[in-house]
């Protein structure tokens, strides 16, 4: 049972379901319960199958599997580095030899036919195009986790996608920008928040090897399935209609789920203080009206991430596509009682400006960038050397230092630590200037340029790693310092 708390439509999870099963692939699927405990009523959930045991003995006949692992853990690229993210679902599993054999052999693969025989290509590029066109960032392209990867006796290895909660457009941002810096907006400004017309390529971040190999180097096979689950399945011709069936069914019990009782307390919420999304949201939301989420991130109201994105890979890969939905004025609406603003310019403050005697020739500076929060320091910027031209990393880039009563360290980025003058009312900066314009790039022997900024996304026996520009890319020595 899942109550789907973080999204507001109940829709979610029920149409990724739906479209797997409309395709015909191994999946899972989701209906809906009104749940009761000792006769209190506590609210409408979705009741969705899962991949255990007894699943692949009622699907595939395979009693008690030994070959059905769960990769829950971050950064499961299917590849023995990550060998230990995922975990056999069988107990008695000790051995995992046959688990570790297979990432063997997907590590040495050099395309498609190396892995044919043993791996379900087909089934893995359905779920990949599954998260492409879903806007997923919660399974293998990004976060590399909430997936099974199983061994039907006789058959392929195959890779199955599970947790549909934060698909079609909901808190995206959660995984691309994390953090809303209200007082940085040259910083929020750098994202394009309309995530719908990102590529294959922007959206997989990783490149993790498998992709590489049966996408990026030849995206044909790719295009084709994505394309197939577009004609078939993913469009507004079928999904519009399907999602106002559903709703109209499940209206009555999401209004008595949205009903407080007679002290005010809704349905399920053990603390009395909380109410969820109103029934404003979920009709709104099941539409085309992007709203404010639980997580304080957006969510795009469901048929409009359909429709963009829709359109977005009608037009990118010269599909012949319905001209009723690519029609730039085919007409909907706004609820705007809900409306959520898309890229966060109504939170945004500026920040104060310089002093004229403060401001360098350097007139186009970029605001400090607030990336990975470190421990408090006690140590303030000294010129580092008489023939340095600045005393500090934040005159770099047009800031001051910050003076000697400020010491504590409140975020760290590229530009090292950043500190805020309350005095002024301006950030400042603390670590001492130190010149790396000859340092050389670690990552680039292993293909890998080095990155802008300081944010880590993981490490490894290389070293650490971030991504920009949706590329991976190594965290440069200058961030350590």
């Known amino acids: 049972l899942r109550s789907d708390t973080r999204e507001a439509t109940y829709l979610r999870s029920k149409l990724a379901c739906d479209i797997h099963n409309r395709l015909g692939i191994p999946s899972i699927s989701a209906n809906y319960i009104n749940l009761y405990i000792n006769d209190q009523f506590m609210g409408l959930y979705i009741m969705m199958d899962a991949f255990k ?21 971050f950064y499961s690229s299917l590849s023995l580095d990550a060998a230990d993210t995922c975990i056999s679902e069988n107990d008695d599993v000790k051995d995992d030899t046959e688990w570790r054999e297979l990432l063997i052999a997907l590590d040495n693969a050099e395309s498609a036919s190396d892995i044919e025989d043993i791996f379900d290509i087909d089934q893995f590029l359905t779920e990949i195009a599954l998260e492409f066109l879903f806007g997923s960032w919660d399974h293998f392209l990004n976060y590399g986790h909430n997936m099974y990867v199983y061994k039907p006796k006789g058959d392929k290895w195959k890779m199955m996608l599970y947790d ?6 909901q808190d995206i941002d959660n995984a691309l920008i994390e953090s809303i810096y209200v007082d940085l907006p040259n910083y929020m400004q750098r994202f394009y928040f309309n995530y719908y017309d990102y590529t294959f390529d922007e959206w997989d971040i990783y490149h993790y090897h498998i992709t590489q190999i049966l996408i990026h180097d030849d995206p044909t096979r790719f295009e084709s399935i994505l394309k197939n689950i577009v004609a078939k399945a993913f469009n507004p011709a079928i999904l519009f209609p399907h999602i106002d069936e559903l709703k109209e069914f499940i209206k009555p019990y999401v209004t008595a789920d949205k009903t407080p009782d007679d002290d005010g307390h809704y349905p399920g919420f053990l603390d009395p203080k909380m109410k969820g999304y109103s029934l404003e949201q979920w009709d709104a939301n ?28 009608c037009q990118y890969y010269n599909m012949d596509c319905d001209s009723k939905y690519m029609d730039e004025n085919y007409e909907y609406t706004i609820d705007e009682s809900v409306y959520k603003d898309e890229n966060y310019s109504d939170l945004l403050v500026e920040e104060p400006a310089m002093n004229e005697s403060e401001s360098t020739s350097n007139t186009e500076t970029s605001k400090p960038t607030t990336t990975t929060k470190i421990e408090s320091t006690t140590s303030i910027a000294q010129p580092t050397s008489s023939i340095n031209k600045y005393n500090c990393q934040a ?87």
């Open 53 to 73: 045991l007894s699943w692949a003995e009622l699907v595939y006949n395979d009693t008690n599997s030994t070959s059905l692992y769960q990769c829950k853990n």
């Open 164 to 169: 549909f909660d934060a698909e079609l457009g």
């Open 395 to 481: 005159e770099t880039i047009g800031y001051s230092c910050c003076p000697s009563n400020v010491k504590l360290t409140l975020f760290r980025d590229e530009n090292g630590s950043w500190g805020y003058d309350f005095k002024n009312k301006r950030w400042c900066g603390l670590s001492p200037y130190i010149d790396h314009s000859n340092d050389e790039c670690w990552s680039e022997k292993l293909g890998y340029k080095c990155c802008k900024k300081c944010f880590t996304w993981y490490v490894d026996k290389n070293g650490k790693w971030g991504f920009e520009y949706f590329k991976k890319c190594g965290i440069p020595k200058s961030c350590y310092a």
């Open 286 to 313: 099941s539409e085309f009206t992007t709203i404010k989420c639980s997580t304080d991130y957006r969510a795009f109201g469901l048929k409009y991430w359909i429709l963009a994105k829709y359109r977005f890979v």
